[in-house]
């Protein structure tokens, strides 16, 4: 899912890795189709608008900064709240676990944010636990990742999870990426200290 504002390494370094995965097709929904300009002002072409999306079994929604003015808009959090009902999995790099617990779709689940923003995203919902020290969060069918690289850790899981060890290993393999395998070892938490 893409917003303006949205952080191109959160949705991109997922991206990356599901793409290295035969059969796994891969599409870019927003409010309208077209270009969609990110945090780093690049723009980025949609396929779909929201409305097209029809149930998908993963959503994976990055953060920055357009979470802002996104957590006040009724009429999006409504078609989050649907779209996420209706997915296999739901999972948020950084900034918008905020969102998602604002659409009711972390409630009774486990949840992290980015530590920069953590107070800020962790004030949205009812009965949410959030974590501070966390890399990546997977409870159920929720998946949450920390701030924007966190994401493909938190890829590299789910895409574990999904498609099992030996996958995961040839696709981060193939990247030349290794990933953070421990979800409870989070640096960040500590040098970014509680906010």
Sequence with gaps: MLFDGFELLDAFGP???FSAIPDVKIQLVAQRTGA???????????????????????ILVPGGMGTRTLARDKSFLSWLT??????????????????????????????????????????????????????????????TSSGVA???????ALIGHL??????????????YQPQTDSTIDPFARFQGPR
């Design 15 to 17: 991206i990356e890795l």
């Design 36 to 58: 969609v300009r990110s945090a780093q002002g690049v723009e980025v072409i949609a396929e779909l608008e929201y409305g097209e999306l029809n149930d998908p079994d993963i």
């Design 82 to 143: 649907d779209i996420g009902t209706r997915s296999e999995i739901v999972a948020s790099v950084c900034t918008e676990s905020a969102l998602l617990a604002a659409a009711s779709l972390l409630e009774s689940h486990r949840a992290t944010s980015n530590k920069l923003a953590f107070e800020w995203a962790s004030s949205f919902g009812n009965d949410v636990s959030w974590e501070y020290q966390a890399r990546w969060i997977h409870d159920g069918c929720r998946w």
């Design 150 to 156: 966190a994401g493909m850790d938190m890829a590299a």
């Design 163 to 176: 498609f099992g060890q030996e996958i995961q290993t040839e696709v981060t393999k193939r990247v030349e």
